[in-house]
């Protein structure tokens, strides 16, 4: 098991028994150093459960002004600590990766802490299932999302720039489900993206593929949409039709 050091360590470059010691002590101390100031540890425990957030919503949540939670912001995606991800006009901060969530579950252990559960304010309405542009949002897509990762419909390309590659069961099952697959795969659009979600601020799948599957879902009537709003109601076709084929639990 990796200790504390181990990790710190680890999230910036990897330890070889040439290195000196001063450059391990300097960059633990450097990541240290910037977990230690409170407002900046406070908005990282914060994106703990892997949810995105604005610069606005950290720094109500570290009680400082915004422009003070920017160069907070700042330092911590220098030493990569959060990553920024740019959708419209806003930029949602998470944290960088794993590794970062694992030295931060190790400081909160030996601190006697835990992180705080993520409370959306989204309209109920709005959570479970929604359009976001071409392809659904809410908490079955990301539920969606999850599945077709877990069960390798969709993999994650090497470049980690948030694109999907389409695997060949993804293709033989898409095919079957009267998608045209050919067509996307010539398009121009990428094939399939995480799109972060407004409310649940974890990805569902954008891209041909998830405007494929909502067009789909409509024709054959797992969804309807409502007619004044971007909500999608699931209908009880639609809720068998999600656990048999995704295995996805589309009842609210």
């Not at 990541?31 to 720094?59: K, Q, W, Y």
């Not at 419209?88 to 030295?103: F, N, P």
């Not at 979600?197 to 879902?217: C, K, M, Q, T, Y």
Request: charge should be positive; hydrophobic fraction near 45%; aromatic fraction near 6%.
């Amino acid at each position: 098991m990796k200790t504390i050091i181990d990790l710190v360590t680890g999230l910036h470059f990897v330890y070889h028994q040439t290195m000196s010691v001063e450059l391990a002590d300097a960059a633990i101390a450097r990541v240290a150093g910037a977990i230690a100031e409170p407002a900046r540890a406070r908005m990282l425990c914060n994106l703990m459960d892997e949810r995105a957030r604005t610069s606005t919503e950290l720094a109500v949540i570290a009680e400082i002004s915004p422009s003070t939670a920017s160069v907070h912001l700042a330092r911590l995606k220098q030493l990569e600590l959060v990553k920024v991800m740019a959708q419209g006009k806003h930029r949602y901060y998470s944290l960088a990766d794993e590794r970062v969530a694992a030295t931060l579950e190790s400081l909160m252990v030996l601190a006697g802490t835990r992180a705080k559960s993520f409370v959306p304010n989204t309209p109920t309405h709005l959570r479970w299932a929604r359009t976001c542009y071409d392809h659904m949002a809410g908490e079955v897509a990301v539920a969606l999302h999850d599945r077709l990762l877990k069960n390798k419909w969709i993999t994650k390309t090497s470049r980690d720039n948030g694109a999907y590659e389409l695997t060949a069961l993804a293709t033989r099952e898409l095919t079957a489900h009267g998608i045209d697959v050919p067509s996307m795969l010539s398009g121009r659009r990428r094939i399939a993206c995480a799109c972060l979600d407004w409310s649940e601020r974890r990805p569902h799948v954008g891209g041909a593929v998830g405007a494929a599957i909502l067009r789909s879902a409509l024709q054959h009537k797992w969804v309807l949409k409502d007619l004044d709003s971007r909500v999608l109601r699931v209908t009880k076709r639609g809720e068998r039709e999600f656990l048999g084929r995704f295995g996805v639990q589309a009842r609210s």
